[in-house]
């Protein structure tokens, strides 16, 4: 490092000190663009500036050196009563924290600040670590809705965990987005009750997103036990619950769901029609052929090119050597 490098790094630290904002925002910014790891102590300590603007400045420059020494003073920012710096802070440390940082994250989740707590939350999904899991399951139980959901989401993003009855409890919340949340982790989990919970909430729930966020999880889970609450669900009022139900009918191909294909294939939506012609090629049922003529002539080109698919695959189907 020369001479006048050391002495253009000291002269704008020096800055940071001035009693004029505009000063310590230069002096921010520029040293975000030296870019001298021996700025780093000094735009810590420019976190606890008296400005707001200085304070985010220097989160947004600590973000770019990416370095973990950081870590600590970012996740402190979590608590600032702006907003803005919260967030980016959030931001910052989502591409900064790791393994190493657990203890600090999990000593965070115990401040009692439903703010930071909800940040440390969404960070211990870049973790992955099972180690979590103790600290993550009592928010299930929180008095504020966006905390639950924020747990019952984290859970999902766990390493090796598989089974978590109290997350099944949480399809029965009175936050309809907490449900919403618990059902796309269930579609993680392997309770033995969780599919039939699943295909409870994908026909009844009141939230047609529940509903659909179930769908999407019975099309992970791919269990044929889940056949008959689809079909009931494949005529479900919001078109975006008929799409992902007839996605999940795809991962179990079933010949009793043919009829509601069909049907499907005149839905008013061409996502929908899309589906059922990619669904009924899966079944390569010859019965389906006359419906899926029909569909090569969709204002979607979309669909009818699945259409076209469709009936190749059941013509080749056709001309295979029978087992028998």
């Known amino acids: 490092m020369s001479l006048d490098t050391d002495s253009e790094l000291k002269i704008w630290i020096d800055l940071l000190q001035s009693s004029e904002e505009s000063d310590r925002l230069v002096a921010v910014k520029t040293l975000q663009h030296l870019y001298d790891d021996r700025a780093i102590d000094a735009l810590i300590a420019a976190l606890k500036d008296e400005s707001p603007a200085v304070q985010k400045l220097a989160v947004t420059a600590l973000w770019e050196f990416a370095n ?16 803005d710096i ?38 211990l999904r870049k973790i992955h670590d099972v180690q979590c899991l103790p600290y993550v399951l009592p928010f299930f139980e929180s008095t504020h809705p966006p905390l639950r959901e924020a747990a019952v989401t984290t859970l999902r993003y766990l390493n090796q965990v598989n089974q978590c009855p109290p997350a099944i409890a949480l399809m029965d919340d ?62 479900d009022a919001h078109w ?32 929908v029609r899309r589906d059922a012609a990619i669904a009924l090629g899966l079944l390569r049922n010859p019965e389906a052929l006359q419906a899926l003529q029909q569909a090569l002539d969709d204002p979607d080109r979309d669909v009818s090119i699945h259409a076209e698919r469709a009936i190749l695959k059941i013509q080749e189907s056709l001309q295979e050597p029978s087992n028998a």
């Open 86 to 123: 919260r967030e980016e802070a959030k931001s910052a440390l989502g591409e900064l924290v790791s393994g190493d940082h657990l203890l600090l994250l999990l000593d965070a989740l115990q401040t009692g600040d439903g703010p930071v707590q909800l940040h440390v939350l969404y960070l």
């Open 68 to 83: 973990p020494k950081a870590v600590p003073a970012l996740i402190a920012c979590l608590g600032s009563s702006d907003e």
């Open 174 to 235: 009175v936050d309809e987005k907490v449900r919403r949340a618990a059902a796309l982790t269930l579609g993680h989990l392997s309770d033995a009750d969780v599919v039939g919970r699943l295909c409870r909430a994908m026909t009844d729930d009141p939230d047609w997103q529940v509903r659909r966020d179930a769908a999407k999880s019975l099309a992970l889970h791919a269990d044929a036990i889940a056949v008959p609450a689809l079909e009931v669900a494949i005529t």
């Open 240 to 271: 975006q619950v008929r799409k992902f139900v007839i996605q999940a009918i795809q991962k179990t191909p079933q010949s009793s769901t043919m009829p509601a294909l069909i049907q499907a294939l005149a839905d008013e939506y061409s996502d």
